[in-house]
């Protein structure tokens, strides 16, 4: 039995033309077994309205944000998707997104199991192939995964419920008004029992229909709202769960990439090919379009091969550039701030932040497998984007896309990285030339100097204030371009009439969707410019929102200390929304916000919106010489975060314990954009290699308390939670840096002018040795 979803049908009791908020359509679709589906009409969204003494206009973002456009993208296709009950009794659903650790699989399976009151453990979610029919609907990005399909995959659950129960009521001679059902088993007033797997082929439609359902009130959910373990959790620790690296296709051997010494160089010519293909465990060495490929019996054999390559590399796209060089590019992009300083009428606070590069390498390195054929390809990844993957893969192998079938696997991290599938076209085009399946792994070196990487950008600031109130807010933020050659830009073009936000590029577009302030701060104005398209740059966790967040929580302290006010009572005053207020409030309660602490030592807290969702964020850190001249081997150490408090009202929570474990990661994130993590570039290449010199928060470093408080729903709908706590955790631990040091921080990281504190790894060869000494490490 197989079920689909459908357009929302009339409200009992709704005025005529209206939309119902419960009542929907659904397909019943012709097949061996019971299958159900759904599809969903527009949403009309608006802004919520606030009071201050020198109100904001509300921002594009405020009206219609990316995740709105998202959720409309996906509407067209939303009948596409399916749940399918099986004569075991389990429903099964293929989500056309990518799990790759943020829980989705879980939450969607919460959202089946409540509408069939089907226990958890009778839910199968697994990862959809690339579906070209779907459209926009197989893009997983923007935290939008669970506010798009909340109601499609509910109400292909209902139309389900409701066939089996049509289908145990002609079974058992009984009205369907006696029948119950509850864990999978329908139950008659006399006691008849009837499972879901017993049902399921007698549900089965032999033509395909439309029916009418209606959802669960959210008073009678039990299992939406309620913390749940992960659905893969047992598998993830007991080492059964299956990334690419571990599907087993025939033949595909270890293969890895000689890259270039400088950003996307290029390969002139290779001195000693046969010589390597001489090696041992050797079968295959190529040039490609972005290095030399090797192909072997295992990866150590090929990065032995890689190392012996004698490659005479071409210039690439960032030669020569530096932390430097870019930030003089940044500086003469830059857009004039408007607002002029008037010392005579106003008082200003005026700012320039930059943040440096940071690495989007996630804990699983890029990887891919690919099979080609002279007719045909088959490839496995880890796709964010596969439509775009199977359509571009298809293009350079000059086969139609039908011809190209991709698998997308499950993915340990991403935050954005990937939405590119380089891995699945570069392993394509190697398998294509050496005529043989191909196991692709990058090495984590080539992830940190010739991956995706979130870009270097600046943040110009001028706040102006007169009589204790704030009159104009103007931030120009100015970044090396961000790539959004991943499905966003087909996105945007197709929901173009619908933006409030003008004839913009794809990038201010992005910029003006996702960027607010929550503040009332008078005339306000958040710009976009971009230079340098020469990097490998992606929407890395939150996009441009940490930044941009950063550098306005930090001027609101300021003016919170200019103006001789406190800045929790500060930001309470001009927050627009009265959800942001309750965040705030509830931070600085538990928090304990103004207490006293030891000289060295320092309160931080920040607001922030974003998809409809709310965090406030309250940090506490020790920058006392004792804790930052800590010393651990091989590592830094520096400023520790020592106490955090989260608070995140993301409407209504699908799974609270899943959105705790997103809330804590991207606490996590902030602290390391704030403190430790940055690229260093120089001559063209970045000198860090690899995580042991990428500094990530480490243990040492992580908050010894931490507290994340899910507030009660506020909406009948989830809101995005995915990026959310980055940019308040980021800005609340700057502005905690600020008071415990008694200077505003403008750099970020803030150990980035400091000495390395490691010996850079050679560019040539590309990859070190494989260690021999893990041992030594082991702390």
Same mark, same amino acid.
């Given at each position: ?10 409200? $009992?009791?709704? *005025?005529? !033309? ?11 679709? +012709?097949?061996? @077994? =019971? #299958? ?101 609907n197989q893009l997983t990005g ?14 292909? $659950?209902?139309? *389900?419920? !409701?066939?089996?129960?049509e289908a145990a009521a002609l079974?058992?001679?009984? +009205?369907?008004? @006696? =029948? #119950? ?123 032995? *091969? ?18 430097? #060089? ?263 309660e538990v928090g304990g916000w ?186």
């Amino acid at each position: 039995m197989e079920v689909h979803s459908s357009s929302p049908g009339p409200e $009992a009791g709704a *005025a005529p !033309g209206g939309i119902g908020r419960r009542r929907f359509l659904g397909y019943v679709l +012709a097949g061996s @077994t =019971l #299958t159900v589906a759904a599809q969903l009409g527009d949403a009309v969204l608006a802004p919520a309205e606030a009071g201050a003494v020198v109100p904001s206009v509300p921002g594009p973002s405020e009206i219609y944000d990316l995740n709105d456009m998202l959720t409309h993208a996906a509407l067209p296709t939303a009948n596409l998707i399916s749940i399918r009950i099986d004569s075991d009794g389990t429903a099964s659903l293929a989500l056309p997104r990518a799990e790759v650790g943020q829980g989705i699989t879980t939450s969607s399976a919460m959202l089946i199991a409540e509408e069939l009151d089907l226990p958890l453990d009778k839910v199968k979610v697994t990862l959809a192939d690339a579906r070209p029919e779907l459209l926009f609907n197989q893009l997983t990005g923007g935290s939008n995964t669970t506010i798009s399909t909340f109601t499609p995959i509910r109400v292909a $659950a209902a139309v *389900a419920r !409701g066939r089996l129960l049509e289908a145990a009521a002609l079974e058992l001679g009984e +009205a369907i008004g @006696t =029948l #119950t059902a509850k864990a999978g088993v329908i139950t008659s007033a006399t006691g008849l029992r009837l499972t879901y797997g017993e049902l399921a082929l007698k549900a089965a439609a032999v033509t395909t229909s439309q029916v009418s359902v209606t959802l669960k009130k959210s008073s009678e959910f039990s299992i939406i709202g309620t913390g749940r373990r992960r659905i893969d959790a047992l598998d993830a620790v007991t080492g059964r769960k299956t990334f690419a690296m571990d599907v087993q296709v025939p033949d595909a051997l270890a293969t890895m990439v000689c890259r270039p010494p400088t950003i996307n160089g290029t390969v002139r010519s290779v001195e000693n090919l046969d010589e390597v293909r001489a090696m041992p465990g050797i079968t295959d060495v190529v040039r490609i379009s972005s290095g030399v490929a090797v192909r072997g019996r295992t990866f150590g054999q090929c990065i032995d *091969a890689i190392r012996a390559l004698d490659v005479d590399w071409g210039p690439g796209t960032a030669e020569g550039t530096s932390d430097a #060089t870019i930030a003089q590019k940044l500086r003469r992009a830059e857009l004039p701030l408007v607002v002029p300083s008037l010392p005579l009428l106003t008082k200003a606070v005026d700012a320039r932040f930059t943040f440096h590069f940071a690495s989007n390498s996630a804990l699983e390195t890029n990887c891919a497998i690919a099979d080609v054929r002279d007719d045909s390809a088959e490839i496995w990844a880890s796709l964010k984007s596969p439509i775009v993957a199977q359509e571009q893969i298809a293009l350079r192998l000059g086969l139609p896309p039908t011809a190209v079938k991709v698998h997308v696997t499950q993915g340990g991290g991403s935050f954005g990285r990937k939405l590119f599938h380089d891995a699945a076209a570069e392993a394509a085009e190697i398998s294509r030339a050496v005529g043989k399946p191909v196991k692709l792994m990058w090495h984590r070196t080539d992830d940190f100097r010739q991956g995706r990487t979130h870009p270097m950008s600046t943040s110009r600031v001028r706040a102006t204030y007169a009589l204790g109130e704030v009159l104009t807010y103007e931030q120009r933020h100015t970044s090396v371009a961000t790539d959004f050659g991943h499905g966003l830009g087909e996105i945007i073009t197709s929901q173009a009439a619908r933006l409030p936000v003008g004839d913009l590029t794809f990038s201010e577009t992005v910029f003006q969707l996702t960027q607010q302030s929550p503040y009332h701060f008078g005339v306000t104005t958040q710009l976009l410019s971009e230079t340098d398209k020469g990097f490998n740059t992606g929407s890395m966790r939150n996009i441009y929102s940490p930044n941009v967040r950063c550098a306005q929580e930090l001027i609101v302290d300021e003016l919170a200390k200019r103006m001789g006010k406190d800045a929790c009572a500060f930001r309470r005053r001009h927050l627009k929304d009265e959800r942001a207020r309750a965040v705030l409030d509830k931070v600085a309660e538990v928090g304990g916000w103004g207490r006293a602490l030891p000289a060295g030592m320092g309160q931080g807290i920040a607001v922030h919106p974003e998809y409809h969702a709310f965090v406030a964020v309250l940090a506490e850190i020790d920058c006392r010489p004792q804790t930052t001249g800590r010393q651990i081997p091989h590592a830094y150490t520096g400023p520790r975060v020592t106490k955090v408090v989260c608070a995140v009202d993301a409407g209504l929570a699908v799974n609270p314990r899943g959105l705790e474990a997103q809330m804590m990661g991207g606490i996590m994130d902030g602290i390391a954009l704030t403190l430790t993590s940055g690229l260093h570039l120089e001559d063209g290449h970045f000198l860090e290699s690899s995580w042991d010199n990428y500094f990530y928060t480490r243990q040492w470093n992580t908050p010894p308390e931490l507290e994340i408080v899910v507030m009660p729903p506020t909406t009948g709908t989830p809101g995005g939670a995915g990026e959310l706590a980055v940019a308040g955790a980021m800005a609340a631990v700057a502005c905690a840096y600020g008071r415990a040091t008694g200077r505003m921080p403008t750099t970020f990281p803030v150990n980035h002018g400091e000495p390395l504190g490691f010996e850079p790894l050679p560019t040539t060869p590309p990859v070190p040795a494989s260690p021999t000494d893990g041992l030594d490490h082991v702390r």
